[in-house]
Nanobody, 121 residues
Framework: QVYVAETGGGSVETGGSLRLSCVAS?????MGWFRQAPGKEREAVAG???????DYADSVRGRFTISRDNNKNALILQMGALKPEDTALYYC??????????????????WGQGTQVTVSS
């Protein structure tokens, strides 16, 4: 069992920045961020392999940056130029085995509880 926990959500105004962090209890191969807004399906935001291969959703590319520290089993999502449509519950996901990026939610085995990001206009 791998436990995953996110921190760093909050409320900002349009154009602001937030940094989300995630820590896994064990070393994992693939890690990623997903989000779910009320009434919408969970969608991929960004993913990264242990080797550092990254992928971003078109809606966040150029504004968000994903990174990881393999020694700390940590995942970071630096979010900038935030928009109201970025408002959602953000989840960290991890998988012990390698998965190609971009990876769908179904390819991740372990999930955090989520952290809320709210962007006001």
């Amino acid at each position: 069992q791998v436990y995953v926990a996110e921190t760093g959500g909050g409320s900002v105004e349009t154009g602001g920045s937030l940094r989300l962090s995630c820590v896994a209890s064990h070393k994992t191969s693939a890690m990623g961020w997903f989000r779910q807004a009320p009434g919408k399906e969970r969608e991929a935001v960004a993913g990264i392999t242990m080797a550092g291969t990254k992928d971003y959703a078109d809606s966040v590319r150029g504004r968000f940056t994903i990174s990881r520290d393999n020694n700390k089993n940590a995942l970071i999502l630096q979010m900038g130029a935030l928009k109201p449509e970025d408002t959602a519950l953000y989840y960290c996901a991890a998988n012990p085995s390698w998965v190609p990026q971009p990876a769908a939610a179904s390819e991740y085995k372990y999930w955090g509880q989520g952290t809320q990001v709210t962007v006001s206009s």
